[in-house]
């Protein structure tokens, strides 16, 4: 199976909400802002979130 050709802009796509949202955040301390200043829904953050404290450390 190839892979998708939007792959990589999805990813920069999530880099720079990432950003977005952690300079919000830094400013705002509140997670519903920041999460709207990146132009996501706060529970897509907390759900990212906890995807990433599931994964195995290395």
């Known amino acids: 199976m190839g892979r998708r050709p939007h792959a990589a802009p999805l990813n920069r796509r999530h880099q720079l909400a990432n950003q977005a949202f952690l300079k919000a955040l830094r ?7 920041a ?7 706060h529970s897509a953050f907390y759900q990212r979130r ?5 994964r195995p450390r290395n």
């Open 35 to 41: 999460a709207a200043a990146a132009g996501f829904s």
């Open 50 to 54: 906890r995807a990433c404290s599931n």
């Open 27 to 33: 400013r705002t301390a509140n997670v519903r802002l």
